[in-house]
């Protein structure tokens, strides 16, 4: 017999495999004698009230047969010698479009303008110690997109673009942990992803698959409307079937290509705002309603969000990729500008939690940018970035300033230690931010204030700028069949297209683009 159990308990029992499964044998009736498993289904933490509690569903199995946990298998196929579909990034959107490709028995190429996750951290080094910036290798391009080096988050509300259990599943497979499969925020973190992009890798290699790595975009080969291939930097051409575009957010150079062939693109609206960091101590002690956080429990997050006007017009500020126990990490993709992100290695424990703080950008906002049509709103982007890294002094050192000073429109006379390693430099931010940007963000920072106690002082600070926070441009696609209204054969595909929001939208987009190419063109 299976029954399927629900639990509310103290964190030291929740998080305690034998005292938890004691729990679920007494709660679901059976003898100890009986039970042959106990299984995680799901697992929450409810922090609302002063006591934390742990929600756990369970089932538990009385002399039952008991299914496998993962039901996805590792493909073994052979496709070496079948029809090729042409990848063009090797992030969640091209990797699982690829792993998908290899069930359907298509093969798929994948063509990437960065480096292996191994010889990618040079590059991440040289940016953090010598503030050099290559264009081709960086925390956004590469080996597994941006998405290997900004933390591994994996929390999507996107539940009815494709199966989340299943991208969850081919993850563990390839060397995940299991809790990714309960924890109601799963996170694998920023430290186990490159190993586990490198088993995705040789999944796809050993079944027939090809990866190109250094090979960056440059045109495309189009005959009557189709697309049938692509010539890279170096002079290499490759054909296939189709095209799957997946290049995420940062590929401005792809977005200028399709713009100068007169390939349809669109301005798309995003977000733009700063990294905010406080002590992790300071939010567990809030968040758990603590002074030690109690060992049972993992660092706290925090989500926020108001409504704050501008010139009569109300936009939401809110945050966006929280990261416990975090770093801020330098993303700029080119010199001359400043990007940066956060994320978390898989203990979530270092001294700081960083969370970007960013408010909604539209048509409203880059009106003096609409010369460059679709491009406006990766201009204005552009702009503010740039204007970033000339303030605090050209380099990646990155403009910063006191939370309360920012607030209160005061130059910070000093600056707090940071996880930002190229250092900081303190500069009015009302100086780098775009007017109505900095105005929503100090009501939203006194709202907050307002809701959690302490979170508005002088022992937090602000990093600018978080502007990558999704892709200013959108390629349209047919609803029906994912493919680009005016070339055929092109799939435009994941967080780049913008069609997705992170890893798990970006992989099940990923996965669907792949399905129609297969029913299409296999």
């Known amino acids: 017999m299976i029954r399927e159990i629900q639990l509310t308990l103290p964190p030291d029992m929740a998080f305690d495999d034998e005292k938890l499964n004691a729990a679920a044998i007494k709660a679901s009736g059976f003898r100890s004698e009986e039970v042959n498993l106990v299984q995680k289904i799901r697992r929450s933490i409810d922090a609302r009230s002063r006591e934390v509690k742990v929600n756990i569903t369970l089932k538990v199995f009385a002399n039952e047969l008991i299914a496998p946990l993962l039901q996805y298998t590792i493909p073994l196929a052979d496709v070496s010698k079948a029809k090729q579909v042409l990848m063009v990034g090797a992030g969640p959107a091209g990797l ?15 063509i990437e303008r960065g480096k292996n996750v191994k010889d990618r951290r040079r590059d ?13 290798s960086n925390y956004c391009f590469g080996e597994g997109g941006a998405g290997t080096y900004s933390d591994g988050k994996l929390y999507t509300r996107s539940d009815k673009r ?43 290699l050993q079944c027939g698959g090809e990866f190109h790595f250094g090979e960056r975009v440059t045109d495309f080969i189009i005959n009557n409307n189709e697309i049938r291939g692509l010539i890279t930097a170096s002079g290499k051409e490759y054909q296939g079937e189709s095209v799957i575009l997946a290049t995420g957010h940062s590929a401005r ?3 200028y290509l399709l713009n100068h062939k007169k390939i349809a693109i669109e301005a798309k609206p995003f977000a733009l705002g700063v990294r905010a960091e406080h002590s992790q101590q300071f939010i567990d002690s809030v968040q758990y309603h ?20 501008y010139m009569g017009v109300e936009k939401g500020v809110f945050s966006f990729c929280m990261c416990p126990g975090g770093i801020i990490a330098p993303c700029a993709t080119e010199a001359g500008e400043i ?28 009106q003096a940018f609409e010369s460059h049509g679709a491009l406006a709103g990766l201009e204005y982007q552009k ?6 890294c000339l303030l605090a002094g050209g380099t990646q050192t990155a403009p910063a300033q006191l939370l309360s000073d920012f607030v209160n429109g005061k130059v910070s006379a000093s600056l707090l230690q940071s996880s930002y390693q190229p250092g900081l430099k303190s500069v009015l931010m009302d100086e780098v931010l775009p007017t109505a940007i900095a105005t929503r963000l100090k009501g939203g920072f006194k709202a907050f204030g307002a809701k959690m106690r302490g979170y508005l002082s002088y022992d937090a600070q602000i990093v600018g700028v978080e502007s990558r926070t999704s892709s200013p441009i959108r390629i349209p696609r047919d609803k029906a069949t ?5 070339i055929a054969r092109l799939f435009p595909c994941g967080e780049g297209a913008g069609y997705a929001g992170g890893i798990v939208s970006a992989a099940m987009d990923g996965e669907r683009c792949a399905e129609m190419v297969n029913k299409l063109y296999g």
């Not at 080094?125 to 081709?136: E, M, Q, R, T, Y």
Request: charge should be negative; hydrophobic fraction near 45%; include cysteine.
């Open 339 to 366: 990007v940066v992100n956060g994320w978390s290695p898989s203990k979530r424990n270092n001294y700081w939690a960083n969370s970007g703080i960013v408010v909604s950008v539209d048509a409203g906002d880059w």
């Open 383 to 388: 702009a503010v970035e740039q204007k970033a």
């Open 290 to 309: 603590c002074e030690v956080r109690s060992e049972y429990l993992p660092p706290s997050s925090y989500t926020m969000v108001a409504q704050m006007p």
């Open 124 to 136: 991440l080094a040289a940016i953090n110690k010598s503030h050099l910036v290559n264009p081709d």
């Open 162 to 204: 494709g199966n989340i259990r299943r991208i969850l599943e081919i993850l563990v497979a390839h060397g995940a942990d299991e809790a990714i499969l309960v924890d109601a925020h799963p996170h694998i973190g920023t430290n186990k992803l490159p190993k586990l992009i490198e088993e995705i890798r040789n999944t796809i």
């Open 253 to 255: 150079d792809i977005f």
């Open 96 to 110: 699982f479009a690829a792993l998908r490709m290899l069930e359907l028995g298509m093969k798929p190429i994948i």
């Open 482 to 486: 994912f493919e680009h209204p005016q």
